[in-house]
């Protein structure tokens, strides 16, 4: 190997991953110690010892900065920085990245440019080192390599998806005796980073095992190398990426258009075509929960009552089985869903969401709150939206429960709530629902009814201004039954559902839905024959009416899939639904350029301001303009700014734009 790889790997990315470094390197020294020099990199990946450790080490990053499920904490704030959710008592965090206040100079939690070049570095040595350990039998090497291809596609699309083009850093190295102007590496093209990432989780896909073993699982699968590169080819289908003509004028430091100028119907095929190689692995099905005499049931419908599932709900409990698929109730291992995921202790990670959402009256921090329009965008228990409940009367927005009149409902919450499909039970806290707090050692905390009004322990008080939903509205999903914060009781243990098989249904269905009616597309499948994709109804349908039908609501009507357009906002609606607090609407709106409209749109929940013992406590429920959370968005935060020290520092390096 020659030397000035040892410069590429271990020097650069001390500051800067793209330009050559000869400042001390102490601080990643720390991390690679036995990889110092060119001698120790030769002979320290023959051992195994050395080569597993420096694979767990290069794997850490992907449980922050390259996380799917952004806690604030972990990966940045995605998660806070939508239309569906907020976060209080953060330092203002939140409040900065909804009225977009942040720069070039001043990125708030989001420089992953600096942080998520390293896994990249790491991969790349492991890729070229991993044949040295002998130690290891050949098929050992070779699932470690793959699982190198792997980290490094996968840092690679994150830092894509969030700034766009990149430079990419040549497997091969710089030569140190090169001069700093020619160290400094422009920006690879959108197209020649999208072909560069899918081979990469092509070849882990090659030789990744199809399962890992309960101990092993936060560990890369073949279906989760395929699952990931049908996610990276439909945002190069969106419309943010696919003939955007407001990046046109993203150029390269050589003039060269970064952004493909016209658009390109294949993406969406080579999309579906992506989707549906996942699918044909049939190694994954959505998670449900049989049926018990506890279920509650959904309405009565001729279609779908009597049948089982897929067909229909007659023998699964839509609420259970869309709420223990993040509760932590199955363990990962077992759950057929989750095609990808990082395993969590109860105190760290996802679990520790439970510490932001649970009341602090139930000795948590009570700082999460669900807008309005997130509550809004639930359907009726018989799939209408409540605009069409509205008409027939049968969404209420005056009045309160007494008490066993509706299904999920305790006494004193507002009819707004009544009859709405089982996700929004298995998601939203509104004011007046029950926590179970089953591990709590103290009668006191359990089965308690909590009420947001003002004056209250878990409402608006004078002296604890952040430890209350803001809209009025909390959050229970990644809530269990079980778990309680207090003293005497215990969490269960919680994971990150970062690709689901719900995400690869919902993918293939979008796809297809873009393609022209009677265009037909052959594209190779990972398995080597070629696969047939045009805009197929049924297809859409296999997508759409499994995700639909495990929730408990009605498959869509047979005009919604023959229009275009009524699809796709069937379709976004869905996932708006579907993926709450996944992280995955804030991308969704990006890469659909639907952000300036619904990003633009004032946030609104409850009026707080009601107290409970008010005479017009209906008054809390009045949609009111949370004015303490101000929302901006500009046509330049569809891609986050470049880091002015990197601009800096590597003159060939181009800012977004408006930036």
């Known amino acids: 190997m020659k030397r000035y790889y040892k410069n590429l790997i271990l020097g650069i990315a001390v500051l800067s991953p793209l330009v050559l470094s000869f400042t001390s390197c102490s601080s990643y020294l720390d991390v690679d110690k036995y990889f110092d020099d060119v001698l120790t990199l030769d002979t320290a990946f023959a051992k195994r010892i050395y080569a597993e450790g420096f694979l767990s080490n290069a794997f850490e990053v992907m449980e922050d900065e390259v996380c799917d499920i952004s806690t604030g904490g972990l990966g940045g704030y995605a998660l806070f920085a939508s239309d569906d959710l907020l976060r209080m008592g953060d330092g203002d965090l939140t409040k900065k990245y909804q009225n977009g206040e942040y720069s070039s ?26 044949d040295n350990c002998k130690e290891m039998t050949m098929s050992e090497r070779t699932d470690v390599k793959a699982q190198a291809y792997f980290l490094r596609a996968y840092a690679y699309w994150v830092l894509l998806r969030q700034y766009g083009p990149l430079p990419l850093i040549p497997d091969e190295g710089f030569d140190i005796s090169m001069t700093y102007e020619q160290l400094s590496v ?111 049931v959904p309405p009565l419908n001729a279609t779908y009552s009597t049948l089982n599932y897929p067909d229909g709900w007659a023998d699964i409990d839509p609420f259970e089985s869309y709420r223990q698929i993040f509760n932590g109730a199955v363990a990962v291992s077992k759950n057929r869903e989750v ?88 998601s939203i806290a509104y004011n007046g629902s029950i926590w179970e707090c089953e591990s709590a050692s103290e009668a006191k ?13 878990d409402g608006k008080l004078y002296n604890n201004a952040d430890k209350f939903p803001v809209t009025g509205i909390g959050m229970k999903k990644y809530y269990n039954p079980e778990d309680f914060k207090g003293t005497g009781g215990y969490v269960v243990v919680k994971f990150e559902p970062a690709i689901r098989y719900a995400d690869v249904l919902l993918w293939y269905a979008e796809a297809i839905n873009e393609l022209k009616t009677g265009k037909s597309y052959t594209i190779p499948a990972f398995t080597g024959e070629d696969l047939t994709i ?7 349908r296999y997508g759409m009416k499994r995700v639909r039908v495990r929730a408990g609501l009605p498959d869509l009507a047979d005009n919604v ?16 639904i579907e993926f709450f607090a996944e992280s995955k609407r804030y991308y969704d709106l990006r890469r659909w350029k639907d952000a300036m409209v619904q990003e633009n749109m004032p946030i609104t929940g409850c009026n707080v301001d009601v107290t409970k013992g008010d005479l017009l406590r209906q008054d809390y429920y009045k949609e009111t303009v949370i004015t303490t959370y101000p929302k901006l968005f500009l046509p330049s935060m569809y891609l986050w700014p470049i880091p002015q020290y990197e601009l800096t520092r590597n003159k060939r390096l181009t800012q977004n734009p408006g930036w």
Request: aromatic share 12%; hydrophobic share 35%.
């Open 339 to 426: 095609i990808f995921t990082r395993a969590n202790d109860p105190e760290n990670g996802y679990s520790d969401l439970l510490n932001l959402l649970m009341p602090v009256s139930l000795s948590g921090n009570n700082s999460l709150a669900v807008t309005q329009k997130q509550v809004n965008a639930y359907y009726m228990r018989d799939g209408r939206t409540i605009d069409d409940a509205k008409t027939t009367g049968d969404y209420q927005e005056l009045g309160f429960t007494t008490g066993g009149d509706y299904d999920f409902l305790p006494a004193n919450v507002s009819l707004q709530y009544a009859n709405r499909e089982p996700r929004f039970y298995a």
């Open 534 to 540: 045009s805009r197929d109804v049924e297809q859409m």
């Open 445 to 457: 905390f359990r089965n308690q009814q909590i009420f947001y009004y003002k004056d209250l322990t």
């Open 105 to 130: 100079s001043n990125t708030l939690t989001e420089d992953k440019w600096k942080r998520v070049y390293e896994p990249v570095r790491k991969a790349t040595t492991i890729i070229y080192y991993i």
């Open 186 to 296: 422009q920006r690879n093209t959108l197209d020649e980073c999208v072909n560069y990432i899918e081979q990469d989780f092509l070849r882990a896909a090659m030789n990744l095992p199809v399962e890992r073993t309960a101990n092993n699982i936060g560990r890369p699968t073949r279906g989760a190398a395929l699952a990931a590169r049908a996610r990276l080819l439909l945002y190069a289908a969106s419309p943010l990426y696919n003939g955007n003509a407001d990046m046109f004028s993203l150029k390269n430091y050589d003039g060269q258009k970064l952004f493909p100028e016209e658009y390109d119907e294949t993406k969406w095929a080579r999309a579906a075509a992506a989707a549906l190689d996942v699918i044909n692995m049939k190694q994954y099905e959505l998670y449900v929960v049989p049926a018990t005499e506890k279920t509650v």
């Open 561 to 576: 899939y023959n229009d275009v357009d009524a699809f796709r906002a069937a379709l976004k609606h869905e996932r708006q």
